[in-house]
């Protein structure tokens, strides 16, 4: 299995500052993903983060105001940037190994509150 | 377009008692299926992952079944205790090289006393 911590677990921020959020595993894996689950909501995928090159995005996510870093295997950044308070929410962390079974791992997640 | 159902939405069951949560999907072609369980303010935890040849896996008082043919799965916990108050969370992946799964809205669980 893979172990993925993720910091800070959570944080209190104000309106249009940014904050990163780090997540390292404890194993190189082949893929890592960052999500974001708002109260009472399933997991919403970001983006792919890709290591060496950019960030794969989803449809709704921009690499301006999510950006994200994958600079080895093991670990990731994601930004978010010039917050508001519709950014609160929950940010998940997630790896897959095709060794480990094609299993996928979640980090704790980051809980993000924007006064 | 793949999409993963779940129902019920919540569900309230007493302690002791066994229940049944379910889901249905249209992700094609179909590689795996996995049921998390997400306590209050944690990350997903996997209880298990079935492949196509699989009907039937266990983990513990946690028993998923799979039928591949009407693309349905269900998650039947025993026994239930107060600590599987969670949210339990239907994923299902795609084969073909990509490991973007589809995620259900997830079953809202609570256990009284």
């Known amino acids: 299995s893979a172990v993925i911590s993720q910091k800070p677990s959570r944080d209190i921020c104000q309106r249009g500052t940014s904050l990163t959020i780090q997540c390292q595993v404890d194993s190189q894996v082949t893929m890592m993903f960052w999500y974001r689950q708002q109260p009472g909501q399933s997991l919403t995928l970001i983006a792919t983060?890709?290591?060496?090159?950019?960030?794969?995005?989803e449809s709704g996510f921009v690499i301006d105001k999510f950006p994200i870093s994958r600079p080895n295997l093991t670990f990731s950044t994601l930004t978010v940037s010039n917050m508001s308070p519709e950014d609160s929410s929950i940010y998940l962390c997630s790896a897959t190994e095709r060794e480990l079974g094609g299993e996928l791992f979640f980090g704790e997640g980051s809980r993000l509150t924007v006064l | 377009k793949n999409q993963v159902e779940q129902s019920p939405q919540s569900l309230i069951i007493l302690e002791g008692k066994n229940c049944t949560l379910q889901c249905n999907y249209t992700v094609s072609p179909f590689s795996n299926l996995r049921w998390y369980k997400q306590d209050t303010g944690r990350g997903p935890v996997s209880l298990t992952i079935?492949?196509?040849?699989?009907n039937t896996k266990s983990n513990g008082r946690y028993t998923a079944t799979l039928d591949a043919d009407t693309k349905q799965s269900s998650l039947h916990i025993t026994a239930s205790q107060l600590s599987d108050s969670a949210s339990y969370i239907c994923v299902v992946s795609a084969s073909g090289g990509s490991y973007i799964p589809t995620f259900g809205r997830g079953t809202s669980l609570i256990v009284h006393p």
């Open positions: 079935m492949t196509f040849s699989e």
């Open positions: 983060a890709n290591q060496g090159s950019e960030a794969t995005y």
